[in-house]
């Protein structure tokens, strides 16, 4: 059983894991090779979507929807705020809590849709 759950999350892993790495280069390098895009927030809601409803087209929304979930954290949080709060880690705090609402069992229960 161990196995087909591995075989079934380690790619959806991979994905947010070169999007960690891609911050490597963020911190590290200097000049134009920080425009780097921030994208691991992208991965990781997508990739729960995708856990959560077995659905590459939820999976795909999320991901166009995340961009604009971390920029209104750094609208509410970052740039008002006296401390610094990560906008893609408070976007995928947010992002969590709502597709928890949406697609546990306890909840919503949207997943049955997407069936």
Avoid: C
Wanted: proline share 6%.
């Amino acid at each position: 059983m161990a196995n087909q759950v591995d075989a079934f999350v380690i790619p959806l892993m991979i994905g947010w894991v070169l999007a960690i790495l891609s911050l490597i280069v963020l911190n590290l390098g200097t000049g134009p090779i920080q425009k780097i895009p921030v994208f691991h927030g992208i991965a990781a809601l997508s990739a729960l979507a995708y856990l959560y409803t077995g659905s590459i087209v939820a999976a795909g929304l999320m991901g166009l929807l995340v961009p604009f979930l971390q920029e209104l954290m750094a609208r509410l949080i970052y740039n008002h705020g006296s401390s610094h709060i990560d906008p893609p880690a408070a976007a995928i705090a947010v992002g969590t809590l709502i597709m928890n609402l949406l697609f546990k069992p306890e909840f919503l229960n949207l997943t049955q849709f997407f069936k």
